[in-house]
């Protein structure tokens, strides 16, 4: 998709804007399109007049490849690599009548139908979530204005916006790159916003000072983009996009540039910059980790749908799709419970202590697997399955064992255990789960 992107300006003067400008005639530079323009301002607000530019390559081959699989997968086998304890850090406040966002993002890309309905209330961060392809980032372009939709509708604290174009739409974006003018002192890059936004020079750039002091760049207000490392350049594109006070803040995969270090530090940083903001932020991201730690709400999209949202806590106790469950690292089956015994829809029964009726979820976490080489003779063990192993791999500092067989699951054994056992890729292997293991829940 072609969208018009800004020229980037020579400096934080909009060519077409008079320090006087009102804030309606803008110089317009759009967020660019997600990750496709080179360079672009944050924010999806006014800038200079704006260039066609020529036909990008589409957001999603432009973009490196998340941490997500390619397709949700079964829930047996292979699973997540981040065991994540969920941190609920905020209490998302109920929302009014009228919530500050509330979005029935409709768009048709192809073959692909994007269906989501997106509600948040003020300072609600959201976190969209899902496999390669689901439709996040047509999610967040629709949002921007980037990509109109085909249907739905998009208010935002009680204003429609479905027709409002992105540049005028009061909505700041943090791109994956950041897409800083490469020519533009921070300082500048910050202050380009407000000065698009009719805001005068000195006052621009006043108001981008004291976002660079917020973020702890005070010290680097002069460096170009290129002079500041990876941590530094996101800290300024989100001043950039905070400077002109956004209603709706868009994030797309805000830490995914970052090496696992500084992920670590500017995730703490960002987590702390969105409990202070006080309108909606939506951020797209592959990591659970970060979802879990700087959202209030997960929304999971798969298929271009919302398949689960809640709270970070509860999505990982209950999760409802094979996807879902291998991001919070559990094993999930789905069967018919009668009493304390489930029936898998493919596959053995489980035992568990809850006594639920109809069709439910049992999940249970790979570490409460037991393996043996051979059947155990006398085992309390309820559930016990005959398997094989498919696959081993290194988990943290424990072994993963990928097995097949009666019941597919994942467990985790020490590293001592899997020699002892002898566990080799095509070894037989009895495992067994406690009841008081599992976890079942209504489906
Ligand atoms: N320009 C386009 N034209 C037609 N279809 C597109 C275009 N861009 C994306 N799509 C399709 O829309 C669907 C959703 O893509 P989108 O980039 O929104 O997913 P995503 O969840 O952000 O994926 P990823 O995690 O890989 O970035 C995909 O099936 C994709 O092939």
Redesign the pocket.
């Known amino acids: 998709?072609t969208t018009p992107h800004p020229t980037p300006p020579d400096n934080t003067k909009p060519p077409t804007t008079p320090d006087a400008a009102p804030s309606h005639t803008p110089a317009t530079p759009t967020p660019g399109d997600l990750a496709e323009a080179p360079v672009a301002p944050a924010q999806a607000a006014p800038a200079p007049a704006p260039a066609p530019a020529p036909a990008p390559a589409?957001?999603?081959e432009s973009?490196p490849?998340?941490a997500?699989g390619n397709h949700p997968r079964p829930a047996e086998g292979r699973h997540p690599t981040t065991h994540t304890h969920p941190t609920t850090h905020r209490h998302p406040q109920p929302h009014p009548h009228t919530p500050a966002l509330d979005a029935h993002l409709i768009v048709d890309?192809?073959t692909?139908r994007l269906d989501v309905t997106l509600t948040a209330g003020p300072g609600d961060v959201l976190a969209l979530l899902?496999p390669?392809?689901?439709?996040?980032?047509?999610a967040l372009r629709a949002l921007a204005g980037l990509t109109p939709l085909t249907a739905g509708h998009l208010h935002l604290d009680g204003t429609p916006l479905t027709d409002t174009p992105p540049e005028s739409r009061p909505v700041g974006v943090v791109f994956q790159d950041y897409l800083l003018f490469p020519h533009l002192s921070a300082l500048d890059n910050v202050a380009f916003g407000p000065r698009c936004r009719g805001a005068s020079k000195a006052e621009a750039r006043s108001r981008a000072a004291a976002w660079l002091d917020r973020m702890g760049l005070a010290d680097h207000a002069g460096a170009r983009p290129r002079r500041l490392s990876g941590g530094q350049a996101q800290r300024v594109a989100l001043a950039r996009a905070l400077a002109t006070h956004p209603r709706l803040l868009l994030l797309d995969e805000p830490l995914a540039a970052l090496d696992a270090r500084t992920r670590l530090e500017v995730r703490a940083q960002l987590r702390r910059h969105l409990a202070a903001f006080e309108a909606v932020a939506v951020l797209?991201t592959?990591d659970p980790l970060d979802a879990m730690v700087l959202a209030d709400r997960l929304v999971v999209i798969e298929h271009g749908r919302v398949v689960q949202e809640g709270t970070p806590a509860d999505i990982a106790r209950h999760p409802r799709t094979d996807y879902i469950a291998q991001l919070v690292g559990l094993n999930l089956y789905r069967g018919q419970a009668a009493g304390h015994t489930v029936r898998l829809d493919a596959g053995p029964a489980i035992t568990t202590t809850e006594e639920l009726s109809g069709p439910v979820f049992v999940a249970f976490p790979p570490s409460a697997v037991t393996l043996f080489r051979d059947r155990p003779s006398g085992a309390s063990a309820r559930n016990l399955w005959r398997c094989e192993v498919a696959g081993l791999e290194t988990h943290g500092d424990q072994i993963r064992a990928d097995l097949t067989g009666e019941l597919p699951l994942a467990a985790d054994l020490t590293t001592v255990a899997a020699a002892e056992l002898d566990l080799h890729p095509g070894a037989p292997v009895w495992a067994t789960v406690k009841a008081t293991q599992t976890h079942a829940y209504p489906a």
């Open positions: 998709m589409p957001a999603d973009r490849g998340g997500g890309r192809g692909f899902g390669n392809g689901a439709g996040k980032t047509t797209v592959h």
